[in-house]
């Protein structure tokens, strides 16, 4: 028995002994942690400690407290302001507390906790994870773009107040699939987000490992493309709807009642001929379209002298321009104007800009292509394209380049306009990193400006 006493009283030394030299191993650490408490707990209090010394300050000058009394009470004040914990620190004793509950599973490793959390910032979308009791365990940056005020160690209720997603929350808990759920917002912005809640479970089962993740996508372009691509579709069905309508209505008519008659016939086939030609500029157009969209990101890699483009231009549409007896002027730039850039689209650009300034210009009026260098790093070369015509009303300007858009329908149309001639001429501006400014005085014409990184 004596024996065994002994054996016992050994065996709780030898405990004690390791236990003491544990504690006295992680003395530094303890002790690095309770400064960095003391450091924090005194600047965020900075505040509050100077008042109180202003006051006991302001009770010794006036005679009503001796200096030593108000230096001890002075002390004693702020040392209990520094040593009570705040209302964030008591959430964290409180979370603290609920991951190291006696019994139960083990804690997870600093090192698991390290790896999962270095996995939520490594998400490129917005990630929360909360705890089994909804606290929040750890975000990446993203997050802070929805939820500005989220911090660790705060019951997610507090960070967002959406119904639905709290109630998303408590289903997860007895789902084994992830919930999706759309957040609307209106302000600032109006936009959708869909939030996927997730239940973690982890195989170790340590405690201080996440219970829900929660990640975020916003929805909003996506749903700006898929709206685009349908009035798109609409558009452009609707566009060649009309020209095959009148087509057939004239194939009947010369299957009808005008098969006999040859000056009927010979006006609808010449109509027919312009409803087809409509048609295919409108396909040509949008296979351009289409063409610079795929290649919007590649920086074209040709080099071109606008100088000579312009020119060039000015040559082509001149038949047009006799058409309406119309002039135009080109004024070069006296040093050669070289840009990086694909001599077919900018071609295409200037044709689109001259054409509409003769389509849309006055009968007999003067469209100038002047060419211009700006000064800045780098240098800028710039065409302005410039009519003497009726000018656009400035409600339309920020909507002309919008596919089909057209200042006004029934002018566009009749002139054969599709609608896209700008559309083609701002993406064909883009892959070529440019800029277009319009500018335009109802009554007094318009002027287009594309302008270029000069080489
Ligand atoms: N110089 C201009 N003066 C007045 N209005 C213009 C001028 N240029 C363009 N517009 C207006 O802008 C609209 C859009 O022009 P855009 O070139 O995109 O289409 P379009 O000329 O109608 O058709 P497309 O160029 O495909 O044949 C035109 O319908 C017209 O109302
Ligand atoms: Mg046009």
């Not at 705040?86 to 979370?95: F, G, N, T, V």
């Not at 609409?234 to 006999?260: I, K, Y």
């Not at 858009?405 to 064909?428: P, Q």
Request: glycine residues 8%.
């Amino acid at each position: 028995m004596l024996s065994g006493i002994a054996e016992k009283l050994e065996r709780s030394a030898a405990g004690g002994w390791h236990r003491l030299r544990a504690a006295w191993l992680a003395l530094p650490r303890y002790r690095a942690l309770a400064q960095r408490r003391l450091r924090r707990a005194v600047t965020t209090r900075r505040g509050r400690v100077f008042l109180t010394f202003l006051l006991f300050s302001a009770l010794v000058i006036a005679g009503k407290l001796g200096f030593g009394w108000a230096l001890l009470s002075f002390l004693a004040v702020a040392g209990v302001m520094i040593a009570m914990p705040s209302e964030d620190e008591i959430l964290a004793l409180e979370a603290a507390a609920r991951d190291n509950g006696d019994g139960g599973p083990r804690n997870a490793t600093p090192r698991e906790q390290d790896g999962w959390r270095a996995l939520i910032d490594a998400l490129p979308e917005p990630a929360i994870t909360l705890d089994a009791a909804g606290y929040v365990m750890h975000f990446n940056a993203q997050i802070r773009d929805l939820f500005p005020n989220v911090r660790t160690r705060r019951p997610f209720t507090h960070v967002s107040r959406d119904p639905e997603l709290m109630e998303a929350i408590d289903r997860t808990a007895n789902a084994r699939d992830p919930i999706v759920v759309d957040l609307y917002e209106r302000v600032p912005l109006e936009r959708r987000v869909s939030a996927t809640i997730t239940r973690v479970s982890a195989q170790s089962g340590a405690r201080g490992l996440p219970a829900i993740l929660i990640t975020f996508r916003d929805q909003t372009t996506t749903d700006k493309l898929a709206q685009m691509r349908a009035d798109f579709i609409a558009n452009a069905s609707h566009e060649l709807r009309t020209p095959l309508a009148s087509l057939r209505g004239f194939v009947e008519t010369l299957q009808g009642p005008a098969r006999e008659d040859p000056a009927a016939r010979e006006k609808f086939l010449n109509i027919m001929a312009s409803q087809a030609a409509r048609m295919t500029r409108l396909i040509d157009d949008l296979l351009s379209l289409s063409r610079v969209e795929m290649k919007v990101h590649l920086r074209p890699t040709g080099l071109v002298d606008l100088n000579e483009i312009a020119g060039y231009v000015a040559q082509t549409l001149e038949p047009l321009a006799e058409g309406s007896s119309a002039t135009i002027e080109v004024h070069p730039l006296d040093t050669p104007a070289r840009i990086r850039g694909d001599r077919e689209e900018l071609v295409q650009v200037l044709q689109n800009l001259v054409h509409n300034a003769l389509k849309y210009g006055r009968e007999g009026g003067r469209v100038d292509i002047r060419l211009a260098r700006e000064a800045g790093k780098p240098s800028r070369v710039s065409v302005a394209v410039t009519d003497d015509g009726p000018g656009i009303a400035p409600e339309h300007l920020p909507r002309l380049t919008e596919r089909f858009y057209r200042a006004n329908v029934a002018t566009s149309r009749e002139k054969g306009g599709t609608g896209l001639g700008l559309a083609i001429v701002k993406h064909i501006v883009n892959r070529h990193r440019g800029d277009l400014r319009i500018a335009s005085r109802v009554g007094q014409g318009s002027t287009f400006t594309v302008l270029f990184d000069a080489l």
